[in-house]
């Protein structure tokens, strides 16, 4: 089973800049892709951001391209999202997600496997 734990949330202004890191761990495939959701109030969760193994490949929703950008450090384990020049409409519970025994990208949440807990972030004006 993968476990995914999620850091790096908080309040921050409109205009920061945060970044999101998951780490991943326990027993499970060497090789996944992964990616990252989110869900605000009120609505359904939708895809922000997806990475190929070993990470040549990256997927980005539109309304995040050109101020998010996804990575990962394949030693650590760990996936990351940069997120600059937030806005009020990125507050929302983000959720890191992995495709265990899969390397290709994906923007359909079923397709991802194992998920994180979630961790809040809210923009202010």
């Known amino acids: 089973q993968l476990q995914l734990v999620e850091s790096g949330g908080g309040l921050v202004q409109a205009g920061a800049s945060l970044r999101l ?14 990616g990252w959701f989110r869900q605000a109030p009120g609505k359904g969760r939708e895809f922000v951001a997806a990475i190929s193994w070993p990470g040549a490949k990256t997927e980005y929703t539109n309304f995040v391209k050109g101020r998010f ?16 020049n937030l806005k009020d409409e990125d507050t929302a519970i983000y959720y890191c997600a992995a495709r265990p025994g899969s390397t290709t990208t994906s923007r359909t949440a079923a397709d991802f496997d194992s998920w994180g807990q979630g961790i809040q972030v809210t923009v202010s004006s």
């Open 21 to 34: 890191s998951c780490a991943a761990s326990g027993r499970g495939t060497e090789h996944f892709a992964m």
């Open 69 to 84: 950008t996804i990575s990962r450090d394949n030693v650590l384990k760990t996936l990351y999202l940069q997120m600059d």
